[in-house]
């Protein structure tokens, strides 16, 4: 099973979405990038994720063009805001999805309103992915 997550920095909700998913199944190949990728993955996801025990601190922000050659069961794009334009992906594919959420890298205020949108944004992806993985992973598995 081989699943790529897209967005356009692949700096932050691509990133979480990818360690969920290995953490709910280790033998499921899962990738992330982006159409405009960062090159760097945001420290608020890394320390987001850290706090709940998963570390992606290693992940690297890859573009998608390292992908489009590869086949994927699944391909899902994470883009969320009404002004963000997510990617396409045109590779080879089985299924295509959107599960869509909010940028908190984009949000603006205090630290501690800055990491509490991190926090929600991490625990609506966690909630989001787990769906997924129950009802179109591993039903296949």
């Known amino acids: 099973m081989k699943i790529l997550v897209l967005c356009t920095g692949n700096s932050c909700r691509s990133q979480m979405a990818h360690g969920f998913l290995q953490s709910f199944d280790k033998n ?11 090159g760097r993955l945001n420290p608020g996801a890394v320390k987001a994720m850290a706090e709940i025990g998963i570390d992606i601190s290693g992940h690297t922000s890859d573009s998608v063009e390292k992908y489009l050659n590869e086949e994927w069961d699944f391909v899902i794009t994470v883009c969320g805001g ?14 295509r999805l959107h599960i869509g959420f909010d940028d908190p890298s ?14 929600r944004v991490r625990d609506e992806i966690k909630e989001g992915f787990f769906q997924f993985y129950t009802q179109e992973v591993k039903p296949l598995l």
Do not use: D, L, R, Y
């Open 82 to 95: 009404a002004n963000e334009s997510c990617p396409a992906f045109s590779g080879k594919v089985n299924k």
């Open 28 to 38: 499921i190949t899962v990738c992330s990038a982006g159409t405009e990728a960062s």
């Open 106 to 119: 984009h949000a603006q205020g205090t630290e501690e309103f800055i990491w509490s949108e991190f926090v």
